[in-house]
DNA sequence: TTTGCGGAAATACCATGTTGCTTGCCTGAC
DNA sequence: GTCAGGCAAGCAACATGGTATTTCCGCAAA
């Protein structure tokens, strides 16, 4: 059975006449006759009840009738449905996001992505690096927004820039060091470092090793978190000081006072990175509401 | 677009893979390659990304895939459906009948029936014998159980007797032929008739009037009501007599005395009438039924 | 790094089957 | 008898599906 003889069927059954029906499907008459005949052979009961002058539904070609419209329209629909995803106007995008580096920039971008392409379900996911890399191999995310990770870990895949956030020194408030309008690391050295844990951010142990190693230290680990916000909080309770993105800085009020380092480390790049072999629509158009939306990419 | 491409899409979405696909649907490899590209040029979006190694579906191909199979599915349980149809096991079925005349044996054949085809919907109308004949013809209904109807109008319509009933005298209790064993139309001739109304029941006006002219007296029509139950009341608040069906006997109570006519009137023939050349599976089984279901056929 | 090799899809080309057309016949209604 | 309409037969064209072949890319070994 294929979906022509549904349309010939259906077409016979509401003019009642299989000449009209032939003369609208722009075929002859005795194909519409046969295709109907094949069909009935196939289902194994009569659709019509033929007399020499015309034809009548019977009750299951009644039935059938109806069905046979709802199968027509359904894969019309579905053609349609499928085609608004392909160009990009609705469906589902996965988006992994680092939360304390796009704490600013992705309610902005949510906004405006959502503004303009409102049958789109972002499904927002808060992954670590690591994790983000992996899931854009496998698919399951279209796009994450984070660090930019190094050049090594780029392979087959784009990045774009959205933002820097210089690195600055969290510190409670009532810190002996809270005072400093700004800090070397040297004077970090020693001090309780409170970090990103060494699992799901190997490649943060490694960059502040370097950076402690420059001047001829190390980093005095005290504790390691999942977050920003652990981080956060941990400092607060004055376990210790951290070095983080001044992105925290708007989340963060009064709780821990942010100190910048002197002299200033290389600023952290965030943007999107994707697949580069990933052409799905919905994914470029993400990634071009997050660059068009301007967001300030200077250091802060 | 054919169920034969979605059927092609659907294996090979499944397999992610196009000879295995080919291997479950017994064809070639190419040609699965070619249904599927050419489903993609007419839909006008590729369903599939491509690599030398394997192909994955697009995001516009997994939605198309999960409508794809709701079409084939839908597509078969159409036919599933129309054929249960056509098979008599489920459907619909239009029967008309006079109420009067169906007091006793509609609520039994109705039993009969619903419990050997739960699944079937049984219309019940309410119709007088001339709706009953032409709605017949024009198929809104499929059966009518009602008195059988004269030759002359017998015309393409087959008929099965169910039942008799002797025409009975309907007189109000305090009447003062209440207390008669028997009456002779002579009788029944000066007292006022109620009676059908001659708009519905042209065959009962002309058929009480052939009985009178065979005595040589005139139907003294008093009354015309629309079915049974108007006559018995009107008896019953006597306003004259009736002539009805001896079926009436069980919901006329003590309302009003059924008194035998002597000498007796051919009884009524009540049964089942459908057309000759509707073939519908289900109006057989509703006939046979009714048949089988053995009522007694000896007037009352 | 380069070079085969292997697996898988795409392409080319051909045969067959199916669709659809034309013609002609049959039936029943007017 | 004529006409409308459906059906059957025969034929042409086209689409499907098969076989053989090519291409593409990943992978392993030199």
Redesign the interface.
């Known amino acids: ?4 003889h ?1 349309r010939y069927f259906a077409a016979v059954a509401e003019e009642e006449n299989v000449s009209r029906a032939a003369l609208k499907l722009h075929v002859s008459q005795p194909g519409i006759s046969r295709q109907i005949r094949d069909l009935e052979a196939e ?5 019509f ?1 033929r007399s020499a002058k015309a034809l ?1 539904l ?4 009644k ?2 009738l109806t ?2 419209w ?2 027509l329209l ?2 019309t ?3 349609k ?3 608004e ?3 990009g106007r609705s ?2 995008i996965h988006v992994g996001y680092a939360p304390s580096l796009t704490v600013q920039i992705l309610p902005l971008l949510l906004r405006a992505f959502q503004g303009e392409f409102p049958q789109v379900r972002v499904a927002l996911h808060d992954l670590s690096s690591e994790e983000m890399l992996t899931q854009l191999g496998s ?1 399951k995310l279209q796009v994450a927004l984070t660090v930019r990770p190094p050049a090594k870990l780029l392979r087959g895949l784009a990045f774009v820039e959205l933002a820097r956030y210089a690195m600055v020194v969290a510190v409670a408030p009532g810190h002996r060091l809270a005072k400093l309008k700004a800090i070397t690391l040297a004077q970090v050295a020693p001090e309780p470092l409170i970090g990103l844990n060494r699992k799901d951010y190997p490649e943060y142990h490694a960059e502040t090793k370097k950076l402690f190693a420059a001047i001829g230290r190390k980093p005095n680990f005290a504790e390691e978190h999942e977050g920003g916000t652990g981080i956060v909080a941990a400092v607060e309770a004055g376990r210790g000081l951290a070095l983080v993105p001044s992105s925290l800085a708007c989340i963060v009020g009064t709780r821990v006072k942010l100190i910048p380092l002197k002299p200033a480390l290389p600023p952290i790049r965030m943007g999107a990175l994707w697949l580069k072999e990933n ?4 994914m470029k158009k993400f990634v071009a509401a997050a660059t068009s939306a301007g967001f300030d990419s200077k250091p802060v």
Chains 1, 2 share one sequence.
Do not use: D, Q, S, Y
Request: hydrophobic fraction near 50%; aromatic fraction near 4%.
């Open positions: 059975m294929e979906l022509r549904l289902i194994g009961f009569p659709l009840e009548r019977t009750a299951a070609g039935v059938f069905e046979a709802e199968v359904h894969a629909a579905a053609v449905k499928a085609r995803v392909a160009k469906g589902e698919r052409n799905a629509e919905l």
